[in-house]
């Protein structure tokens, strides 16, 4: 298990529930749906149930879908299950068979055809058995494999990651990290807008258009367009920045519907990031205060906060609000410098010194750039390094 990862209360209610449809399906065929988009939060779960059924004296198995041969009941067999004492089984790899794509789309097809018809193979093999999905590939299983729908077991929806980040070394990108909940998450949809777009449409006729089940695909949908924006990856900028606002915006929407508060961070932030690269400063500033309001209400995130003080400092800095960015710099910086974080520390001198820069306070901000350049050494935090040496030459170089 990962110290770096903490439920949040939505998530721990989850896993919860899991583990008891685990445990009460102990020596009977029961197939649980775990839906999950993040990877790191997929391990933490799995880790946490494993050992604790583990400490019950209960075998785990993990199971892992064959491209060539994606059943449930492929992966029992090379699972080499054993019958002498209760036990569950994970299996994994269905976000892989939807990765692969358009010309490989017959997998996929393969893997729902194997759910629909393989209810009785499955007899076998008397254990409760979690099968791990993304979020889109739910809308394809109701439409694609119904009788396996009618008679799976619950659907377990665990929403984004929540980072303890008083155990990790944080990059300078404060807007990356404020964007993330994983790093993996970005630009990793395990479908195509075109397929996200196809499950959408699917998913609003099974659940209608307010359903706690379609808020994922909003999200993925939402996150995928601001990142093609983001890195310049789509032809018509306008028209994704408007879509990838829709979506998040309606993700939003139902995120606080259904109190799903890490969620809801993740995608305040995602579409505030999409603003702030924009210019766009009045909506991002909007959006981030109401994250920071939100983080407020969640143990752990006082790094978090103290990033978005940082970034309500740029926005300022940025409007030309000198005052107004140094006010909230310092906050940044006291509450860094009271956590001792000293890759926080750096962030913060690293902001005056830009600051001063445009003030005109040469020596003082040259002061505030070596003091982040020292840190950032002794932290051996070299991409950091490479980021604040690039941004302060080109700020010499324009002025020159």
Same mark, same amino acid.
């Given at each position: ?11 721990? @209610? ?37 050992? %604790? ?45 939807? @990765?692969?794509?358009?010309? $490989?789309?017959? #997998? ?11 209810? %009785? ?18 809308? %394809? ?15 377990? $929806?665990?929403?984004?990651? +929540? ?10 990108? !404060? ?33 209608? %258009? ?45 995120? +606080?519907?259904?109190?799903? !508060? ?39 995130? #006082? ?14 800095? @940025? ?27 750096? /962030? ?40 604040? /040496? ?11």
């Amino acid at each position: 298990m990962s110290n770096l990862i903490v439920l949040n209360e939505e998530n721990a @209610n989850t896993y919860d529930r899991l583990v008891v449809s685990l445990e009460a399906g102990l020596g009977t065929l029961q197939i649980l749906i775990a839906v999950c988009d993040n990877s790191a939060l997929k391990k933490e779960v799995i880790s946490r149930y494993e050992a %604790e059924l583990e400490a019950q004296g209960v075998r785990v198995y993990r199971l892992a879908l064959n491209l060539e041969e994606p059943s449930l009941l492929q992966a029992l067999i090379d699972g080499k299950i054993e019958f002498n004492q209760q036990a569950i089984a994970t299996a994994l790899g269905a976000e892989k068979l939807s @990765n692969l794509g358009a010309s $490989n789309r017959e #997998k996929l097809d393969s893997f729902l055809g194997y759910l629909q018809w393989t209810r %009785e193979a499955l007899r076998g093999y008397p254990l409760p058995m979690v099968l791990w999905l993304p979020s889109a590939l739910l809308v %394809e299983i109701v439409k694609r494999a119904p009788d396996f729908w009618s008679w799976r077991g619950g659907v377990f $929806n665990f929403g984004f990651a +929540k980072f303890d980040f008083s155990k990790v070394q944080i990059s300078y990108n !404060r807007d990356f990290m404020l964007a993330q909940s994983d790093t993996s998450q970005r630009s990793s949809s395990v479908l195509s807008v075109r397929q996200l777009e196809d499950s959408l449409a699917e998913a609003l006729t099974t659940w209608g %258009e307010d359903s706690a089940n379609i808020e994922p695909i909003y999200a993925q949908l939402g996150k995928l367009y601001a990142d093609r924006v983001l890195d310049g990856k789509t032809d018509d900028r306008e028209r994704e920045t408007v879509l990838a606002e829709t979506y998040l915006k309606r993700a939003i929407d139902i995120q +606080k519907t259904y109190k799903r !508060r890490s969620d809801l961070i993740h995608s305040l932030n995602s579409l505030a990031y999409m603003y702030k690269f924009l210019g766009y400063w009045d909506k991002a500033e909007s959006l981030y205060k109401e994250s920071l309001d939100e983080l407020r209400e969640e143990p752990y995130n #006082k790094e978090r906060i103290a990033f978005i003080w940082g970034v309500l400092g740029d926005i300022e800095r @940025n409007r030309g609000n000198w005052d107004a960015a140094e006010s909230l710099y310092r906050q940044s910086l006291q509450l860094s410098t009271e956590l001792g974080g000293l890759d926080l520390i750096a /962030e913060g001198n690293f902001d005056f010194a830009l600051l001063e820069k445009q003030r005109g306070n040469l020596t003082l901000a040259k002061q505030y750039y070596n003091k982040a350049k020292t840190i950032y050494q002794q932290l051996g935090a070299i991409k950091d390094l490479e980021f604040i /040496e690039k941004e302060w030459n080109l700020i010499e170089q324009s002025e020159s």
